[in-house]
């Protein structure tokens, strides 16, 4: 069975970070695609950031500059770090596994391409 569990989101004023980490149990992060989405009330789950089996990356180009994906392979776990928040960042983040096929990070933009989802953790970012 694969488990995630995200954790760290919070409140943050404008500007500041907050560090997301999704821990994962059941499924390697080193084979495996790994993205974060985020959603709000009465709209669709958001792409932020994935990262491939390979370790390639991809960003929607609203948080490009700001965030960073990375994996700890030993720990089995995915991060955000989320800097320079704005207050449009604030959402439910979402932590995603998708089974691996060998793509690149770009082909883990879509939503449908995960099959297991974490809890989501609640980010608040006041101006």
């Known amino acids: 069975q694969v488990l995630l569990v995200e954790s760290g989101g919070g409140w943050v004023e404008a500007g500041g970070s907050l560090r997301l980490s999704c821990a994962v149990s059941g499924r390697a992060v080193s084979s495996s695609g790994m993205g974060w989405f985020r959603q709000i009330p009465g709209k669709e789950r958001e792409f932020v950031a994935a990262?491939?089996?390979?370790?390639?990356?991809d960003y929607a180009d609203s948080v490009k500059g700001r965030f960073i994906i990375a994996r700890d392979i030993a720990e089995n776990t995915v991060f955000l770090q989320m800097n320079s928040l704005k207050p449009e960042d604030t959402a439910v983040y979402y932590c995603?596994?998708?089974?691996?096929?060998?793509?690149?990070?770009?082909?883990?933009?879509?939503?449908?391409?995960?099959?297991?989802w974490g809890q989501g953790t609640q980010v608040i970012v006041s101006s």
């Open positions: 990262v491939s089996w390979s370790g390639g990356t």
């Open positions: 995603g596994t998708a089974p691996s096929n060998h793509l690149s990070a770009s082909s883990y933009r879509s939503a449908n391409k995960y099959d297991v």
